[in-house]
């Protein structure tokens, strides 16, 4: 009796937990820090010349985020082009506190409330943004990227030019973007 409640309890947990699509996580983890790269004011985001990316997740996403941290450690081995660079994790919890100085967020599937938190910090704080989900670019998020036939990068339109996130050119006339 005791398996089958345990089995239900499983099934109803993941019948409300997010899904992740895994080839998405991985061309996102490995094309977002390139990105970073293409910040025409990157050197004013750095920390003691290093680029920092915080994945941005809640609770229930916490191994997800662990797994793409350990996947784009391994795919970049802490070097950006010639910068240092270092992923860490930020709970959606501790985001009021954050004072960390970091270069990027990557926002994994978060609520509505604490997705546009996390835009108005990257806003005062000129971080550079990057989600998991196309729609969160509606709430105030700079970049994401989807599979379709191919990659497809797309921007928001209206957080394009914060005072100092400037891409280069020939990102901007790669991107779909969004109003």
Same mark, same amino acid.
């Given at each position: 009796?005791?398996?089958y409640?345990?089995l239900c309890?499983f099934?109803?947990?993941?019948l409300?937990?997010?899904?992740?699509? =895994?080839?998405?996580?991985?061309t996102?983890?490995?094309?977002?820090p *390139?990105?970073?790269l293409?910040?025409?004011?990157?050197?004013?985001?750095? &920390?003691?010349?290093? %680029?920092?990316l915080?994945? %941005?997740?809640? *609770?229930?996403? @916490?191994?997800?985020?662990?797994?793409?941290?350990?996947l784009?450690? *391994?795919?970049?081995?802490?070097?950006? =082009?010639?910068?240092?660079?270092? %992923?860490?994790?930020l =709970?959606?919890s501790?985001?009021?506190?954050?004072?960390e100085?970091?270069t990027?967020?990557?926002?994994? &599937?978060?609520?509505e409330?604490n997705?546009?938190? %996390?835009?108005?910090?990257?806003?005062?704080? =000129?971080?550079?943004t990057?989600?998991?989900d196309?729609?969160?670019?509606?709430?105030?998020?700079?970049?994401s990227?989807?599979?379709?036939q191919?990659?497809? @990068?797309?921007?928001?339109?209206?957080?394009?030019?914060?005072?100092?996130?400037n891409?280069?050119?020939?990102?901007?006339?790669?991107?779909?973007f969004?109003?």
């Open positions: 009796m005791r398996k409640l345990l309890l099934f109803v947990h993941s409300y937990a997010y899904v992740y699509n =895994d080839l998405l996580l991985k996102q983890a490995t094309i977002f *390139k990105i970073i293409l910040d025409q004011n990157l050197v004013d985001k750095l &920390h003691n010349n290093t %680029v920092t915080a994945i %941005v997740y809640e *609770k229930e996403d @916490f191994y997800i985020a662990q797994n793409i941290q350990k784009i450690e *391994k795919h970049y081995n802490s070097l950006l =082009d010639e910068y240092k660079f270092h %992923v860490i994790l =709970d959606i501790k985001i009021k506190n954050f004072n100085k970091v990027a967020f990557y926002v994994l &599937h978060l609520s409330n997705v546009t938190e %996390v835009s108005q910090l990257a806003a005062e704080k =000129d971080i550079i990057f989600s998991y196309l729609e969160n670019l509606q709430k105030g998020l700079l970049f990227v989807t599979i379709e191919a990659p497809t @990068f797309y921007l928001n339109k209206k957080n394009l030019y914060p005072e100092n996130v891409f280069v050119p020939p990102l901007l006339q790669m991107v779909k969004i109003d």
